[in-house]
């Protein structure tokens, strides 16, 4: 499966980084990805929403068995 969530998370970083950031892989814990992210998306104030309403929307569709995308430190 982490295979899997890296390839959906290198469609996503190539719109990150124009904006200064980006997205690493942490670990996937069970259905459960960690990820960090990084650059200008790490103090911004719409991560929250990066995360979950693209980050984790992309990976879910593209990996149906993660349930949940987590940002750790």
Do not use: H, W
Not at 24 to 46: F, I, N, S, W, Y
């Amino acid at each position: 499966m982490r295979e899997e969530v890296e390839k959906a998370l290198a469609k996503i970083r190539p719109m990150l980084e124009r904006d200064g950031g980006s997205v690493e892989l942490v670990d996937v814990d069970g259905t459960t990805v960690k990820v960090r992210l990084t650059g200008a998306c790490k103090g911004c104030p719409m991560s929250q929403m990066t995360l979950k309403a693209g980050i984790e929307r992309i990976v879910k569709q593209d990996v149906p068995e993660v349930t949940e995308v987590v940002a750790v430190m």
